[in-house]
């Protein structure tokens, strides 16, 4: 167990939709990371929360979105949903300081299927 | 700049044997070098990581050997038993403690008994 958890785990919904994949860090690390699995492509990054601010952008598409909280949860906004939205969503933490920690924990991740 | 090739794309290793895992770099500012290992429905989990200082780490059966001159990279994994069946992710990243994760495509490792 990573200690990163993320909600839900699975997501069945219809093309067009909005969904919201939730991300809790592990204690104490203030960086969080969405990345994308899919079958094709691999895991892609797509963005970075530092302590609350947008710290890099990835390969993300305009339809995605996603903040960070004060208490360090993160959620990930995905709308108008396609079929190729299909993928695994996986967030990582870090303690992420300008020195010393590099180690990105991986949370169990919340398979999406878009019908 | 920015791409971490890995190979082979599959593999398969008899009990006992040798495991090995290639990847390349071309940005030179990368100073991180990890190994994810991926079991089916799981998220990747880090095995082993290493630094550009140093040529080789070791931590019990798993081996990275870092090359920096040729900027490639490998994992090594000794005596491979089945539960070692897993993709295996190599990445990189910048320096800084900020910087993103940047993943090779994955190898799919099949240990046969």
């Known amino acids: 167990d990573s200690g990163v958890t993320q909600t839900p785990k699975h997501l069945i919904t219809a093309t067009g939709q909005r969904v919201t994949l939730r991300c809790s860090p592990r204690?104490?690390?203030?960086?969080v990371y969405w990345y994308q699995q899919s079958l094709d492509q691999g895991l892609q990054f797509l963005i970075q929360?530092?302590?609350?601010?947008?710290?890099a952008k990835g390969n993300i598409l305009e339809r995605f979105s996603a903040q960070q909280f004060p208490d360090l949860h993160s959620e990930l906004n995905l709308s108008s949903l396609e079929l190729g939205d299909s993928a695994l969503y996986f967030c990582?933490?870090?303690?992420?300081?300008?020195?010393?920690?590099?180690?990105?924990?991986f949370g169990p991740g919340t398979r999406l299927t878009v019908l | 700049q920015q791409q971490v090739k890995q190979s082979p794309q599959s593999l398969i290793v008899q009990k006992g044997g040798i495991s090995i895992i290639n990847c390349a770099y071309e940005n030179t500012a990368f100073d991180y070098f990890p190994w994810y290992q991926q079991f089916p429905g799981k998220g990747p989990a880090l095995l082993i990581a290493i630094r550009p200082d140093v040529s080789e780490k070791k931590e019990g059966r798993f081996t990275i050997s870092f090359n920096k001159s040729a900027k490639q990279f490998s994992l090594h994994i000794m005596d491979s038993q089945p539960g070692d069946s897993a993709t295996y992710f190599c990445?990189?990243?910048?320096?800084?403690?900020?910087?993103?994760?940047?993943f090779g495509a994955g190898t799919r490792l099949a240990v046969h008994p």
């Open positions: 990582a933490s870090s303690v992420a300081r300008d020195r010393g920690a590099d180690t990105q924990y």
């Open positions: 990445a990189a990243k910048g320096p800084g403690g900020y910087n993103k994760l940047i």
């Open positions: 929360y530092y302590n609350g601010e947008e710290r």
């Open positions: 204690s104490g690390d203030l960086s």
